[in-house]
């Protein structure tokens, strides 16, 4: 069973680069072998998340992680969690109405979510970006007229949507109980309960990996600017 649920974490961490060439074995092409068992290990134990352990990783890093992840939720995680959703009642049509509850529900999530990912993909990562870059070249390469404030992306990160699914996990768990006949429905709630460790676990590489390292680098390359 133990190793099952290794298995599981390492391949929801490997999908997210599916779409990057491999070089090796242990580890997506790209992503840093000793970075990719830090994450396996949190996905393990989400308790023991410790921001010092991913410090010692370039900014780069960070971000490459951040935004496959981005890209996951987008492009498969998503349309994963509605089929599931549309197949509940294909042997238990008495769930109709939990159905559309859930339709709904998820719906609302996935557009908020998205606007989330939109915001940070077209405004911080960028910045981030011409930051590092800057630390390379020596030269700050950004239009300053619009330039984001990291401080206002950390004070405003919220974590609401992390805490909605995490309640309705909690409930679809009670559920689950009384519908142990339907697999479709235990798939359902197993794939919810998944993106919300995953989102638990993003959203702190976000808050206390990324936007720490951020602002120390965006501190250095302004200053020698």
């Known amino acids: 069973m133990e190793r099952q649920v290794s298995d599981t974490y390492n391949q929801l961490i490997d999908r997210r680069f599916e779409d ?21 290990c949190v996905f393990h134990e989400p308790s023991k998340f ?9 900014i780069e890093q960070v971000l490459l992680y951040l ?5 996951y939720y987008l492009s498969r995680s998503f349309d994963e969690i509605d089929l599931a959703i549309t197949s ?19 719906s609302t999530f996935k557009t908020h979510l998205i606007e989330h990912i939109q915001e940070e993909e077209e405004h911080l990562f960028p910045y981030v970006d011409a930051l590092a870059k800057a630390k390379d070249s020596g030269q700050f390469v950004y ?5 984001v404030k990291l401080i206002d992306f ?7 949507m ?10 679809l768990g009670h559920v689950v109980e009384d519908h142990a006949d339907s697999f479709a429905f235990r798939m359902l709630v197993s794939r919810l309960a ?32």
Not at 143 to 147: E, F, M
Not at 210 to 219: F, G, Q, W
Request: glycine share 2%; no cysteine.
């Open 162 to 171: 992390e805490e909605e699914l995490s309640s309705l996990v909690s409930k």
């Open 154 to 160: 950390l004070l405003h990160h919220s974590d609401d």
């Open 194 to 225: 998944v993106l919300e460790l995953d989102l638990r676990i993003h959203g702190r590489i976000e808050e206390e990996v990324l936007m720490p390292l951020a602002l120390k680098l965006e501190e250095s390359v302004l200053k020698a600017d």
């Open 50 to 58: 410790s921001a010092e352990d991913f410090f010692q990783y370039s």
């Open 20 to 40: 990057i060439s491999r070089v090796e074995i242990t580890a997506p092409s790209g992503l840093n072998s000793d970075f990719y068992m830090d994450l396996l």
């Open 143 to 147: 239009d300053l007229s619009g330039k």
């Open 67 to 71: 935004r496959q992840t981005h890209q």
């Open 88 to 106: 509940m009642t294909r042997n238990t049509p008495e769930m109709a109405p939990l159905q559309r509850s859930l339709e709904e529900f998820f």
